[in-house]
């Protein structure tokens, strides 16, 4: 079992940026593919970005493209989603996800976490 944490989220004017990250609670043994999913109110969650357990592959939404950067850190299994750019239309609860494989499917993720919220206002 993978209890992930995600932190970063906040208020922040249309335009700004944030920086989202994630790690696991506990020491990991095994690489991850990491994604980022995100669900606004009254919607369903939707996928953001994703990045493959060596780091060398990553995908994205069309809506954040060009805007969000998602990337791995250092310590096993961490990942960041650098958002810029930022429009009201991103306000959600972004959720970070760790799985076999690095895709836009979330039934592909095996351990989520609790969410962030993030709040973009015009």
């Known amino acids: 079992q993978v209890h992930l944490v995600e932190s970063g989220g906040g208020l922040v004017q249309a335009g700004g940026s944030l920086r989202l990250s994630c790690a696991p609670s506990e020491r990991t043994d095994v690489d991850y593919a990491m994604g980022w999913f995100r669900q606004a109110a009254g919607k369903e969650r939707d996928f953001v970005a994703a990045?493959?357990?060596?780091?060398?592959?990553?995908y994205y939404s069309e809506s954040v493209k060009g805007r969000f950067a998602i990337s791995r850190g250092n310590a096993k299994n961490t990942v960041y989603l650098q958002m810029n750019f930022l429009r009201p239309e991103d306000t959600a609860v972004y959720y970070c996800a760790a799985g076999a494989w690095g895709t836009r499917r979330q039934d592909q993720y095996d351990y989520w976490g609790q969410g962030t919220q993030v709040t973009v206002f015009a």
């Open positions: 990045i493959t357990w060596s780091g060398l592959n990553s």
